[in-house]
């Protein structure tokens, strides 16, 4: 039973890691990203890879993960430079599904959709983290750095550009901020951070494939920044909670058939989703009343 | 011959989604509405005629009958229900759009839950294809679509450009105030063209549940067919949106030619990627609708 509660602490701070940072583009610079799976995917592949052909530990691992998330992130970056709202959402979305085929037909990097077997257990300066109350803490110590970096980052002058570019892109630009470099600068911080959860991710569970890097990976990570509260530095973590509990909670009920989980979770993940939009908008952790988002589309 | 072969399927495929992607366009170009719950009315309706014609035998026109009826309620359930409520309070892009997203992912599901998680086929003499030259298949369903395809574009342009309620919903789109200042209700105009939007998925539907089937993630994928036509064609134009459908469907299976079927999908985001860099308004948007 201990080892169920443990492993999902883990789980739940890997997706706290996800939330975190896609937060820190959807709620702080407004840019509504539905590829953030993939840079989970491309932190967890490059850790594999890292770790099985050059026995990398997880620091070197996690760079490594960090810096080609980083530099892919320029292809979504790039179409968030040139265009808003809904259009930065169809590039994302079409990243998503463009990411995906590569992970499952790149057979020779990825392993196709049998993925990678045998990820070697995890390292940290030279000693053996495996154990999972050990790794455990290595994922607490992660998420707790980030969500430092990210609270030092939203309060610097940079989070301020971000939030200003957030609530009035034409007003920040002419204002004399760099509207494209701040973009992109913040795509690539989410990106390199969700790398980070990709890379405890494979060492964790040793085995990694396509299912766990898909559209609906990226559209649960949503659903705990918006259930959870987008633009606040606790919500997303209290929304990666509650969505991982959920499942653990629906095992419980005697009644549901076991097949049927999956669906009713997915359900009532959309039917939050839909409640809160009509009557929270702001998420469970958010400031009670709505936003000021106003004029982020046309 | 191959290359004829894939230019033919590609003009069905592209005739279905130039039929899905133009009901989006138009509730998209007229409401201002982003919605992706649109996929939702595409399965809904192509899952109500599966099980009407080939679970319970209703004859096609009944069962067509119901599907148009059943696209058409969840467009209207739509905007009374979800988007009206939101855009009393705050209408940002981001709140509407994480709503029909919810719901998109509870329809798609509850029909996985209800109707199994398959592929299903509605099965009719209409798909069976014929060599009608060497080498070269056709089946009648891929002319059937390609005629339903222009007549249902033929009617639309007419009910655009001749109609009064067409009119306002034109109108709409450049002015929801004039509209209330000519005696029209706007909430009403936008319920026109969700219900029209909506139902105009309807053979699309049917056409692919005759010929690919249907799973209950189909409403995803036509989402981002949809979302893809209406962008390469230009946002707010219902051609601009047929002509998009048309290209990806014809991109898809030209793929084909040099790819594993497996990459279709991915052509279809390679097309729409370049479009958002490159040339953001599409065909027929005009320069300024990215910004």
């Known amino acids: ?298 | 011959m191959v290359l004829l072969q894939l230019f033919l399927n590609g003009l069905q495929l592209g005739a279905i989604y130039a039929l899905t992607a133009v009901g989006f366009s138009l509730i998209f170009g007229s409401t201002k509405i982003f919605h992706v719950a649109h996929g939702s009315a595409f399965a809904i309706s192509g899952y109500i005629y599966w099980w009407l014609a080939s679970k319970l035998g209703v004859p096609w026109p009944i069962a067509t009958l119901a599907a148009v009826i059943a696209a058409a309620a969840f467009g209207l359930l739509m905007e009374r229900f979800i988007y009206r409520p939101i855009q009393r309070h705050e209408a940002s892009f981001f709140t509407v759009f994480i709503a029909a997203f919810g719901v998109q992912l509870f329809i798609q599901n509850l029909i996985g839950t209800v109707a199994g998680r398959g592929m299903e086929t509605v099965n009719t003499p209409l798909s069976r294809s014929v060599e009608i030259m060497d080498g070269l298949f056709v089946a009648p369903i891929s002319a059937i679509s390609i005629v339903v395809a222009i007549v249902v574009f033929t009617a639309l342009s007419y009910f655009l450009g001749r109609t009064h309620i067409g009119i306002a919903m034109r109108a709409l789109s450049e002015n929801p105030d004039l509209v209330r200042v000519f005696g029209l209700d706007p909430g009403r105009v936008a319920q026109y063209a969700f219900v029209i939007g909506s139902a105009v998925v309807v053979p699309g539907a049917i056409f692919t549940a005759m010929t690919a089937g249907l799973n209950p993630a189909i409403g995803t994928h036509v989402m981002l067919v949809s979302l893809a036509a209406t962008i390469v064609g230009g946002i707010g134009s219902v051609r601009g949106a047929a002509c998009g459908g048309m290209l990806l469907g014809l991109a898809e299976n030209l793929a084909y030619w040099k790819l594993d079927p497996q990459w279709s999908e991915a052509v279809t985001f390679v097309v729409l990627f370049a479009f958002i860099v490159f040339r953001p308004s599409g065909f027929f948007g005009s320069p300024t609708a990215a910004r």
């Open chain 1, 1 to 298: 039973m201990s080892t169920y509660i443990i492993s999902l602490a883990i789980l739940i701070g890997i997706n706290a890691i996800l939330a975190v940072t896609l937060n820190f583009i959807l709620g702080y610079a407004g840019i509504f990203s539905l590829a953030h799976a993939i840079f989970f995917g491309i932190g967890a592949y490059t850790a594999a890879i890292a770790a099985m052909k050059f026995g990398a530990d997880f620091t070197v691992a996690t760079a490594a993960g960090m810096v080609i998330s980083g530099v892919i992130s320029l292809a979504l970056a790039l179409p968030a430079l040139r265009v808003r709202g809904e259009y930065f959402v169809a590039a994302s979305l079409g990243l998503q599904m463009l990411a995906v085929t590569v992970f499952s037909e790149w057979k020779s990097v990825t392993g196709g959709i049998g993925g990678l077997i045998g990820i070697p257990p995890v390292r940290f300066l030279g000693f053996d983290v495996s154990d999972p109350v050990l790794f455990l803490g290595l994922t607490i110590a992660c998420l707790a750095l980030i969500m430092i970096v990210i609270r030092a980052l939203v309060r610097s002058s940079f989070g301020r550009s971000l939030k200003a570019i957030r609530d009035d892109e034409t007003a920040a630009s002419a204002l004399g901020k760099n509207v494209a470099l701040l973009k992109t600068l913040a795509v690539m911080v989410s990106s390199s951070f969700a790398a980070v959860a990709g890379s405890l991710f494979a060492f964790y569970l040793s085995f990694i494939n396509v299912e766990s890097f898909v559209l609906e990976v990226s559209v649960q990570i949503i659903a705990m920044v918006i259930i959870g509260g987008t633009g606040t530095l606790l919500g997303p973590v209290i929304g990666a909670v509650i969505v991982l509990l959920l499942p653990a909670l629906l095992t419980y009920l005697p009644y549901l058939p076991p097949t049927e989980i999956g669906s009713i979770q997915q359900m009532i993940y959309g039917l939050a989703m839909v409640l809160l939009m009509i009557f929270r908008p702001s998420g469970l952790w958010g400031y009670g009343q709505s936003q000021d988002r106003k004029g982020d589309a046309p």
